[in-house]
């Protein structure tokens, strides 16, 4: 086992790629002199130079652009974009490019590009800095999105992305890099197409994922205290959304909470309801419920931001309802 | 030189032709779907493309046929795409917009003005960084120039020196747009100086005043210097798609570039010169007629994807490089 934080968790998996494929390089504002404006790849440009740690100019469409680009012609790019919000800046690209060249060339054209960016709200950063967009990215087919939620994820989840032949998009949310654990110190390789069980329980599913899961964590202790057992299951990649594993689970527990950062109305907090409505309708013993963003641009006084943002209180009241309403 | 400048002219009189015969098709509803057509601008396809190498590569534009025609690209599969047919350059997923073939390196077809620009700009890094020797040919039009996408891109390439050829066919028009109404700087190549990228600006009605603009630039880029600006002034005969009506435009003023017309203009200097023949011309039509009447054969034999392969090539179906 090895001790250390998500963020360092990140820096040792690009460290990894880069060390293993000289395809590979990460390019983004402020990667490397800054050492990246959440301290993720500092020490990597001492370490692997200017060429393969590439500073870019705050052009945002033209260098996701030219990591997809790059990925058309050879290379294996990591491209950071400092959070999600700067992402919207780059939208062309992601969407008409990246995710469409396959299909629109008729299989022809593959873009193996990974594309990491900070989400989440929770630091008072007011209405820009602190969005979580990646369930509106799940919306698009053509992309993958990932959301390590833990340590050992953030570690390894980096590899298979860049395994993978198409683009992928790696969402690290920002109040987790400070994190530390202790994780193995090898794995053989991670999946990122599952969904994990996280912690077991027969009363209730609540599926969530990125810092969700640690607020669900918290609240499921104390709904242990009173002595309802939740399952918390972590979806750890948006899409493909992995169906099988919150089924299975609602089938044993037959109640699920979604606890998801975003915005509700057609977030994927609705999506994950109409599969489990498509899927497990005659397994639920009360409709399904959600805790999610509330439905403004996020404040930046800390009592507002704490109220619009998903809390083990607001969960645990819930689940509590939940179970206790035919319990 | 008279020999290479009546191959120019052939080259453009296929594109003339082929894109006549689209217009036929999109009346008959073979074609469908936006169709845009490069009758007016073929000097410019011909003259620069032709100057590429096998191993260079190609970003287009939503009107691409002539480059893509240039370039290689089987008119077979050209037409089959257009058809929406299986055999097509992009198995009927693209149409007219998005052509695509791996042999010869054309990496679209990009119908959003100016999101070919970065996609160009990372593939020129990609060749660099992996020590080849390649261009990357990113075409675009006057319409591009005010996209951000070019500003930001012109940015890039000039900073990190990369070989980047950027082609801008200045054909006066965004869609319906007048240079004058979209752009506080007319001068279009005047752009590149502020990216501290090298420029020039070429008639681009001359097949032989681009190919030769387009020589020069090819060598700069392959100097290892970084990108180059070429602005080719052209003009479209048709209108912007099939769904235009022209009104933001007058008759006379097409008239006026038609006494420019690349290949007519051409055609009587080598005629003038002795270079040619109307018997030559005749046989470089029969030709011509010739090669498109098999790429309608073939789109017209061609299968439907099964609609059961409608999700295909949203994800690889390998899975390893």
Known sequence: ?327 | MSAHAVELLYQMLRIRRFEEKCVELYSSQKIRGFLHLYIGEEAVAVGSISCLAPDDAIVATYREHGQALVRGVSPGAIMAEMYGKREGCARGRGGSMHFFDTQKRLYGGNAIVGGGLPPAVGMALADKMQNRQRVTCCVFGDGAVAEGEFHESMNLASLWKLPVLFLCENNLYAMGTALRLEHCVTELVKKADAYNVASAAVDGMDVLAVEAATQKALAYIRSGVGPYFLECRTYRFRAHSMFDAELYRSKAEVEEWKKRDPISNLSAHLKSEGAITDADIEEMERKVAHEIAEAVNFAEAGTWEPVEDLTRFVYSERRTS
Not at chain 1, 120 to 136: D, N, P, R, T
């Open chain 1, 1 to 327: 086992m090895k001790t250390m934080t998500y963020r360092e968790a990140v820096r040792e998996a690009i460290r990894d790629a880069l060390r293993k494929d000289e395809r590979v390089f990460l390019m983004g504002e402020d990667v490397g002199r800054y050492g990246g404006c959440f301290a993720v790849s500092k020490g990597l440009l001492e370490e692997f130079g200017p060429e393969r740690i590439r500073d870019t100019p705050l052009s945002e469409s033209a260098f996701v652009g030219a990591g997809i680009g790059a990925a058309l012609n050879g290379m294996h790019p990591i491209v950071e974009i400092m959070t999600v919000n700067f992402s919207l800046l780059a939208l062309d690209q992601i969407i008409n490019n990246a995710a469409t060249l396959l299909h629109m060339s008729g299989g022809q054209f593959n873009v193996p590009l990974v594309i990491r960016m900070a989400t989440g709200g929770g630091k008072q950063l007011a209405a820009q800095h602190s969005h979580s967009l990646e369930g509106w990215y799940a919306h698009i087919p053509g992309i993958k999105v990932l959301t390590p939620a833990t340590i050992e994820d953030a570690r390894w989840m980096l590899a298979s992305a860049l395994a993978d032949l198409d683009p992928v998009l790696i969402f690290e949310n920002q109040t987790l890099y400070n994190m530390e654990g202790a994780i193995p110190a090898e794995v053989a390789s991670v999946d990122i197409d599952h969904a994990r069980v996280r912690r077991a329980g027969d009363d209730i599913s609540i599926i969530t994922y990125g810092v969700g899961l640690w607020k669900s964590f918290e609240a499921a202790e104390k709904l242990a205290a009173e002595g309802i057992e939740a399952e918390v299951i972590d979806l750890r990649t948006l899409r493909p959304l992995d169906n099988e594993t919150f089924l299975a689970s609602i089938a044993k527990t037959h109640r699920v909470l979604i606890v998801d950062e975003g915005w509700r109305s057609g977030g994927i907090s609705a999506e994950i309801s109409a599969r489990v409505m498509e899927g497990a309708f005659y397994d639920l013993d009360t409709p399904v419920e959600r805790v999610c963003g509330a439905e403004v641009p996020m404040p930046y006084a800390k009592h507002l931001e704490l109220v619009a943002l998903p809390q083990p209180e607001t969960i645990v009241a819930t689940a509590r309802k939940m179970v206790r309403k035919n319990g």
